[in-house]
């Protein structure tokens, strides 16, 4: 039997999106909604030797690439040490970061120490009172300090994302390209996806439109970057700037899907736009053998639909992003 994971579809899966905590400090309009209450219990939380158990043998079976992501992954305590663990699994090479950074000024140094290497950090507006209006929170200043804490630290490359909006913050993609361009930043742009009904209600933007008058205005070339995700990537034409549009809605990129996203009650979600899963949280704290867990993930592998249906059926329930690990 191959030791790779490879779905119906004929697609490798060797990233692993892991979130740590379904909770924020941010209430994003599009994610999670004010006053929500359903965030997991603590006990249900899968503890660092559960998730390196987990990961061990998702490692064995050819996972390369993870991103810690949340909920806002700096919320949970002794991430550092979580990371440390986790980059000593051989195999995976790569351990990436997403963060809103309202507390990366702080752990930026360590994080870095601990073995992420690349971060991606959500800013979807240069204006603290607007930032205040989507966020839901006075956090813009934080954030910024965070960030530019993490461009001093070395991180590379950091990633902005930026989910655009109609009405909302389209105003600022300009802005947000030469401010991205000035710090040696990667900018990508993405459409609110229809996740739970913060996702539905928001003011989607078809990004085709922009990637073509951003590729005018600022000389920009179509490129192919390497582990480039989702993500459609344009580049200045000496190279120093790269936008990336990730567009599920407008263009969606299922059919080079190679990851499945593990929350943190840990349940495997096989697409983030469909309700495909397999629960793990008991399996472990039953003690099954690696075997064991291993015929798991195969079987949860088998599952993955071949694609979402944001488009066609948007109404179709969906966890939020915070849920589900974004
Ligand atoms: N807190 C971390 C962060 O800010 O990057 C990680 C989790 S957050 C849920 C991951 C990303 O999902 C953020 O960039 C956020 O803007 C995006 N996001 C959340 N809900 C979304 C939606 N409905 N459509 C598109 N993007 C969404």
Redesign the pocket.
């Known amino acids: 039997m191959t030791s790779q994971l490879i779905d119906r579809f004929g697609r490798t899966i060797e990233y692993l999106r892991l ?1 740590v905590t379904d909770r ?1 400090d ?1 209430r ?1 309009t ?3 909604p004010e006053g929500f209450r359903g965030f997991e219990e603590p006990d249900h939380w899968l503890t660092f030797d559960e998730i390196e158990k987990l990961l061990g043998v998702f490692a064995k079976l050819g996972l390369k690439r993870l991103r810690i ?5 700096l919320l949970r305590r002794g991430l550092p040490n979580l990371i440390t663990r986790l980059s000593k699994l051989k195999g995976i090479n790569d351990i990436s970061l ?4 309202t507390q990366l000024d702080k752990h930026a140094q360590t994080l870095h120490h601990a073995g992420i290497k690349r971060i ?3 800013l ?1 507006t240069l204006k603290p009172e607007r930032f205040a209006k989507i966020a839901q929170r006075d956090s813009f200043h934080r954030v910024m300090s965070g960030l530019m804490e993490a461009k001093k630290e070395g991180f590379s490359p950091i990633k902005i ?3 655009a909006m109609n009405h909302v913050n389209d105003d600022e993609i300009d802005d947000m390209v030469i401010f991205c361009m000035e710090n040696g930043f990667i900018l990508r742009l ?7 009904e ?3 209600n ?1 003011d989607y933007l078809d990004l085709q439109p922009v990637r073509a008058r951003l590729r005018k205005r600022f000389n920009l070339e179509d490129r192919i970057l390497s582990g480039g995700g989702p993500a459609r990537y344009m580049q200045s034409r000496d190279g120093q700037f790269t936008v990336g549009f ?1 567009t ?1 809605i407008s263009q969606h990129f299922c059919a080079t899907c190679n990851r499945v996203r593990l929350s943190v009650d840990g349940t495997l979600y096989m697409c983030l736009g469909q309700n495909e899963k397999m629960e793990f949280r008991q399996a472990l704290r039953n003690g099954l053998s690696e075997e064991h867990i291993e015929t798991m993930i195969r079987n949860a592998v088998e599952l993955k639909p071949e694609r979402h249906e944001f488009r066609e059926s948007p109404q179709k329930i969906i966890r ?3 849920k ?3």
């Open positions: 979130s924020c941010l994003c599009y994610c999670l992501t949340g909920g806002e992954p997403s963060t809103n950074a991606n950090v959500s979807d994302n930026m989910v993405i459409e609110t996806m229809p996740m739970g913060t996702g539905r928001a990730i599920p939020i992003m915070a589900t690990g974004g």
